[in-house]
């Protein structure tokens, strides 16, 4: 038993410190885990937003091709001459 030699008043003040440590690392990892979620929300925001952007270009883009061939005359074949 590691108490063995220690006095009451000697195992109730370790037991206070590694209580303290124990919770001084829970709310450490709590922080962490915390950071770790804002900055995986925000990545996940900017990738919806550029998401949007790129979806939104790419539909204008495809709408202006689509004007762009409307608009330009229709190439008519050309035949060939008898020889």
Known sequence: MATKWLTAEQ???RAERNFAK?????QEAES???AL???QRAV???TARL????L???AADAE????AAAAAPAKTPKTRRAR
């Open 64 to 67: 202006a091709a689509a004007a």
């Open 11 to 13: 195992a109730k003040l």
């Open 22 to 26: 124990t919770e001084q690392r829970r």
């Open 32 to 34: 962490a885990m915390d």
């Open 44 to 46: 996940a925001e900017k």
């Open 56 to 58: 939104a270009k790419e």
């Open 51 to 54: 998401r949007a952007l790129r």
């Open 37 to 39: 979620k804002a900055e």
